[in-house]
């Protein structure tokens, strides 16, 4: 395992456990967007759920004081629509 899927693991463990505890509305937008994160992981998620997660969630993990750190896992470049890139002789580039 490396270094994003332990911080995946411990976070998908922080939205699991305020969903045990209660702390999310059951089928609010919250617990809807934490299920989806803990089920598909944060790759899966759009730019707009990512600053819901941001937003809404990660002040509940507690975890506000490593929030650059988690930036930066959850934009990984990985998560890019590849339809945004167009394949040219000379390289890739931005489609206009």
Do not use: C, K
């Amino acid at each position: 395992m490396g270094w994003n899927d332990h911080q995946d693991v411990e976070l998908t463990d922080g939205l699991r456990r305020l969903l045990d505890e209660g702390q999310l509305e059951a089928d609010g937008s919250q617990a809807v967007l934490a299920l989806y994160i803990i089920n598909h992981g944060f790759a899966a998620l759009s730019e707009e759920q990512q600053q819901q997660f941001h937003d809404d969630l990660l002040p509940l993990l507690d975890l506000r004081s490593r929030s650059d750190e988690l930036d930066a896992m959850i934009n990984d470049p990985g998560n890019e629509d590849p339809g945004s890139l167009i394949d040219t002789d000379d390289g890739l580039r931005t489609r206009r």
